[in-house]
């Protein structure tokens, strides 16, 4: 029968728990100490030692030799791996010269005087190796043990603490409440990415919301003046693949405050909870307005770690070449360029066809090449249209060196910058890949992006507004007259948080007054205010100015540990596909089953529907 | 236009905001402060005064009289009730005799120098007072009016200050990992109060579960040690009225600990978190079986902040009163009492009635009701059927002093037990509202009960049996081996909390071992093991022993502040029935909109179906 000293430790890692110590924390210092560890058989050593492990780490039990402990020397021997055990012992100096410098623990090891086998380990579908590489598939099928190498057990760890300071940050320092609010909520008018919630009221839907923006506004209204919520998001982005369905936002709003005082917050929790191994960041974040983002670097969200700027360079080639001046004839044309460094020395004739082609597929736009030679020649189609005091002032403008790659492209504004910007970034890591230390890994970057156009106009109707973001953006104070006249020039309180060119945040000042919020939805986005008569109604009733932020959490995390995915830092995500392949969901339900939500299955095959 | 002196305080509840000092902060020591603040116009007052208010209290703000100020004065004197305005002003002690001592900030006053209105209120559903009682529909619809109350914006402060206390001492003090688990997660089988949620993938359900159990466990498979989680689980109750479709559990798993680890830890965590405000709690919790709880208070959760057990009679009358002995002898028959005191004497025939009538249709039994006159006579219907002696013996048992009522049911035990468990609360309410104090409203006793059976009787199968709890739970050691001979007789290592009568927590010690849990669903529950196949594998793949909690927040919050309901201590409940009143959800959603998730709604008129 188990039956186990009980060690009644008030606090620490082992605390109420059938341990005396973690399998990490033995020193020198503990040597005679009588302990109790449970863990892990990660493996057996020449039937002479069991490395025992936790989430703390490895220590090394020893199996006793003698005749008299031949039991216990019989019940280790036989452990297979992953097999879950207690070893009740005392703590002892290793001989001379079998220290391990490499392991914590490694000036001790546990002579055995007990053991209890609590769980024998079947056989496993992959090993308990950090080495040991394993398909997406197998580590999501057995996410538990996945979830055992060292890697994933910091990444969930440095999460939970990440989360917990920034909490503190909030609640302790700053006064804010944690209120949560509801995701059994209304559909939003035209929300395509949420998932529908049958009720049992037939034809009733709840909706599973994208983010609790209406919720946390009227948290405002209702006087509860700082608010945050590590909340829980739900997007249905069916078909798109690495998309989580859902995934955690830390939700921010607060009341009488104006966009300087949301970024500085945001800079002060971040400098808060960051993790003290992942070294400080340095606050105030540098700020950027969208106009000179895409402008230099092609993209609303720029990676600031490296240079390669686009340059404009319409000027040099409107005089003389013909086939450019017709691109450029077009609303907004011009002529952009990016210089790779090393790029001409570097970049085979398949990475430069990938370019190519990159911008033919993606963009619709011929891509041209200059090669600036190391011996200091240029080779391009483009260089007999070229005149050289016009070459001259390409690489002038450019400040090529003799190596470098560079690379035009001619149109629309909101092509080429777009175009360029994603080439820059495809560059960047083709130089990489050809060992050039381009962006440092450990480095942050954070950029605030701000000055955003509040309005957009609809792709498939580009005479009709859409927002940019959404229709409780208040506009720019200086702008805010267009609103009535020219709501196309207006740019909103909007801003974005990048780290490392990944959006990792974005939040506005919002629209506090009924009347403006009515004319935003009913004369520019042509939407039908009833659907909002909730907001509107609140926002009679005694709104206060306010504006907050939402942080990408998950994305946050994984930029922080380093991940490639962010479900590298989710313990049971979705796979790729969307599906929970360890438990198999989504799965089917009966019509039994649905009957009580007034729904029946629409079979996609012709023959007529199932189960009526 | 707006522009702001900006208060670049770092710290506390005004920093990084348009205002110097919060409504309810103004004292003394700040007389010649120039201050910013902003708020609510609570009320005007002889057009000299504006009281202004925001979350942290009301301050008084002077309306200027003088003639070079009247702009000033024309604007606060027009002011509506809750407009929203900031105020600059310098403060000043009141003048003699004008001090308000119920007021926090009744010293002082501020003197208006400049005004800025943010938004004017329009006519308002209700006053924002909390003595002006409103209707719950009300309440509900205008949620973000009703949330200014003082009442609510404590409740809502003090269940964030609850959490984060909690927060605190589950991971910086005993290292617990706060991990999320999904909540689109596969259908529980037979999981008949859960929401489904439509996958786009025809005729595959996602389903909201209603705890994260298998997660967690999984996450002790993971060698994740110690989790915990603020979790959203969801339960679909349909018809029920007043239950949350959505709730909040503090959910916790441990590895490598016993039951009086769980136990301990609680304990240990609500007296680290609990409010300052409400007094501090003891520990350990007074604990009791399940048995003695059934025998001495007819509920598995009783309340123990006041008397009036169950006591067994049945030896007094077997010999002479001939109706009664048909009771007792049925299996488990037996006759009960509870001993009201002074209910004799302040009962109403009505509550009587009330009574019988509550055993009657909710029960089958009939109530015996003897009335102990304070003449010291007996008035019963059973009187003639009592010789002196049993009278005697009864009065002394009950130890029933003149002016006290004895309730008496003869029965079954587990028709007997459950029917006083419940009248005696209900003669606690009855006391109460005759002025009697029973419960102390401030006390907060708590108390766990173990010893639960493993396995209960299926209601309309009562051969086959279900689990009392869930089928994870493991036997109490000592009954282990009854799990392969006599299940029925199996006790469980559950643990319920229970604070002042409410169930507020319950967890166990989980199966650790495949072979146990695959007996127990295959063999006991009679329940296709391969729905949980996912789990069994992790538990043969090197599962420690491990166990955990589930504590139920909203109620527990709710029991704190002394709340009615728990939409008390939720920012946006549903309402009775479960509808978001404000913004009208669940709702319609369009035939369009539905066909992504291949369904349809099957009206439940005859005329066939709508939509097609």
């Not at 990444?155 to 609010?181: A, H, P």
Request: aromatic share 8%; with cysteine.
């Amino acid at each position: 029968s188990l039956k186990y000293l009980y060690f009644a430790l008030l606090s620490g890692p082992s605390s109420f728990s059938l341990r005396s110590h973690t399998c990490g924390e033995l020193r020198s210092h503990h040597v005679g100490h009588r302990v109790i560890l449970c863990g892990w058989a990660q493996y057996l050593r020449q039937d002479l030692f069991v490395i025992l492990r936790d989430f703390s780490g490895l220590t090394q039990v020893l199996i006793p030799q003698e005749e008299s402990a031949s039991h216990l020397k019989a019940v280790l021997s036989e452990l297979t791996a992953e097999s879950v055990i207690k070893v009740t012992g005392t703590v002892r100096r290793r001989p001379a010269g079998q220290e391990n410098k490499e392991m914590p623990t490694g000036e001790i090891e546990v002579i055995t005087e007990d053991v209890e086998v609590f769980n024998v380990c079947c056989k496993l579908p992959f090993e308990i190796k950090d080495f040991v590489k394993k398909s997406e598939s197998l580590r999501m099928q057995y996410r538990y043990l996945d979830l055992r190498s060292s890697q994933m057990q910091k990444n969930l760890r440095l999460r939970s603490q990440l989360v917990m300071k920034m909490r503190e940050y909030l609640c302790n320092v700053q006064g804010f409440v944690d209120v949560e609010t509801p995701t059994l909520f209304k559909r939003t008018p035209g929300g395509a990415k949420e998932f529908v919630v049958p009720s049992r009221e037939p034809g009733l839907f709840f909706s599973l919301p994208q983010s609790p923006q209406q919720f946390k506004q009227l948290l405002m209204v209702a006087g509860i003046d700082r608010y945050f919520q590590v909340a829980r998001c739900y997007r249905d982005e069916g078909s798109k693949p690495d998309r989580q369905p859902e995934f955690t936002q830390v939700d921010i709003e607060m009341s009488f405050v104006d966009q300087t005082g949301i970024m500085s917050l945001v800079e002060g929790m971040l400098q808060h909870s960051w993790p003290a191994e992942k070294g400080s960041i340095k606050v105030p974040f540098q700020t950027m307005t969208y106009e000179v983002a895409m402008r230099d670097y092609g993209v609303d969200k720029p990676d600031l770690r490296f240079n390669m700027k686009l340059i404009d360079i319409t000027e040099i080639f409107t005089v003389e070449v013909e086939f450019l001046r017709s691109a450029l004839s077009q609303p907004g044309g011009s002529i952009q360029a990016i210089c790779v460094p090393s790029g001409a020395k570097l970049f085979t004739r398949k990475d430069l066809e990938e370019l190519k082609q990159t911008a033919n597929t993606q963009f619709g736009q011929e891509l041209s090449v200059i090669l600036f030679k190391e011996d200091g020649t240029l080779k391009s189609a483009l260089k007999k249209l070229l005149c050289s005091s016009s070459a001259e002032e390409l690489l002038n403008r450019t400040q090529a060196k003799p190596g470098d790659l560079l690379l035009m492209a001619a149109g629309p504004l909101h092509t080429v910058r777009p175009l360029l910007g994603k080439l820059r970034l495809r560059c960047a890591e083709l130089l990489e890949s050809c060992g050039v230390s381009l962006r440092d890994p450990s480095a942050f970057h954070f950029l605030w992006v701000v000055d955003f156009p509040l309005f957009l106009p609809k792709e498939d109707e580009p005479e009709q507004l859409e927002s940019a973001h959404h229709p409780f953006t208040a506009a720019l104070l200086e702008d805010a007259h267009l609103l009535y006249t020219e709501p196309h020039k207006v740019r909103g309180q909007h801003y974005d948080l990048v780290l490392n060119g990944c959006e990792i945040g974005g939040g506005s000042i919002r629209i506090h007054k009924a009347s403006e919020q009515l004319h935003v939805l009913k004369n520019i986005l042509k939407e039908d205010p009833s659907l909002l008569s909730h907001l509107l109604e609140a926002l009679d009733s005694g709104a206060p100015p306010h504006g907050g932020i939402a942080l990408g959490l998950d994305r946050l995390t994984s930029i922080i540990v380093g991940a490639d995915s962010i479900r590298d830092v989710i313990a049971f995500p979705k796979s790729f596909r969307g599906r929970d392949i360890m438990s198999r969901a989504p799965d089917t339900v009966s019509e039994e089953e649905l009957k009580p939500y007034h729904i029946s299955v629409r079979w996609p095959t012709e023959g007529g529907e199932e189960g009526k």
